[in-house]
Nanobody
């Protein structure tokens, strides 16, 4: 069973950048499709970005497209979310998630994912 630990969150001014990391332990990392989700106060958890098992396919929510980049390093067992041009509305707890299975695609529904990290807070100030 894979375990996921996010890091890299923090406080940043609007227009700034952060890079989130999600380190996986246990299990075979390359066998998991990965996703990033976020949850703002008083709102439901929403999809942000996803990446396939090999990293060959990615998908982004419209709200982050062109500003966020998801990537993975299957040697380091880590998935990343590079966030540029941050806006106050990006403020949320960011979670990484893993989906086991043989399919090589990307997944945007939270219900597709089996495993979740504990989350990391991202706060964007004006």
């Amino acid at each position: 069973q894979v375990q996921l630990v996010e890091s890299g969150g923090g406080l940043v001014q609007a227009g700034g950048s952060l890079r989130l990391s999600c380190a996986a332990s246990r299990g075979t990392f390359s066998s998991y499709a990965m996703g990033w989700f976020r949850q703002a106060p008083g709102k439901e958890r929403e999809f942000a970005a996803a990446i396939s098992r090999t990293g060959g396919s990615t998908s982004y929510a419209e709200a982050v497209k062109g500003r966020f980049t998801v990537s993975r390093d299957n040697v380091k067992n880590t998935v990343y979310l590079q966030m540029n041009s941050l806006k106050p509305e990006d403020t949320a707890v960011y979670y990484c998630a893993a989906r086991s299975g043989s399919y090589y695609g990307v997944f945007i529904a939270s219900t597709e994912y089996n495993y979740w990290g504990q989350g990391t807070q991202v706060t964007v100030s004006l």
